[in-house]
């Protein structure tokens, strides 16, 4: 049976500003690669678009799988609309029998924005997608896709979740994990999707935050946790990420966050 799943990453304006990506009307030039089909204003566009698609399943593949993808059977398609705004997107999957069956993706904004930014988090959704043939929780698969973009969104969505935390409005650990619709504060959920992507990553590698969210899926995320990262439970992992971000978020070093990791039982990534 088909199932549709959509990964929204419309989050860049701020919640007043944001909005589904209109692509009515869109007309251009075509440029197709091995694994994207770009429809976009011009054909320099077009080509710019799918080659950096292609550049980012490549290298973001084997950052998070150690390998790269193989060929999918059909091109992605990618629906390119230019405006003087920041960068945003959206991709839709479908999947039959644990794999992708059809997939999808629209990004809309300024050129340099679109390639630095939302193509390499849109991207990331279809290696995950591959990974786990089916729809991954939706904190980390905005989090961890948040991973991929450039230095200057990563330092923004840091510091939205020390204003999230700030005000007290984070999410507990054990809530988040089984969250599947997206709550009224988005930009704090990727915020605080992304801190918790980036904590367990920096504690056991991007492989194993992967098999954490597959086992936590089917098993139960007290006994993932206990069974990756060496803590009891979601609650003490909780606790463990609170103490990490008071140190990560005042620059200490890296001597700092391994004691961090000491106090709650896990290993820091080399």
Known sequence: MDARC???????????????????GLTGASHRTTNFVVEAPSPDIAKKVADHAELCRSTIARQWLGHELPAWNAPCPIKVKINGGEAGGVTSFGFNRGKVSDQDMAVEG?????????????VTHTIFAAYFGGPMPRWADEGASLLSEDLRERQRHDQIVIDLLNRRGNFPL??????????SDLMGFY?????????????????????FVKDGL????????RNHYGLSDVRELDRAWHS????ASHGQPKSDLVLVRAQSG???EE
């Open 6 to 24: 959509v990964r929204d990453a419309l989050r860049r304006w701020g919640l007043a500003g944001i909005a589904l990506i209109s692509i009515s």
């Open 110 to 122: 300024r050129l340099d924005r679109i390639l630095a930014s939302a193509l390499p988090h849109e």
């Open 174 to 183: 054990a809530r988040l994990f089984r969250m599947e619709e997206y709550p």
């Open 191 to 211: 915020g605080q999707g992304y801190s918790i992507s980036r904590f367990l990553i920096e504690m056991g590698g991007r492989p194993r935050f992967l098999k």
């Open 218 to 225: 089917h098993s139960g995320w007290d006994l993932a946790t």
């Open 244 to 247: 990490w971000h008071k140190v």
């Open 266 to 268: 896990a290993e820091l």
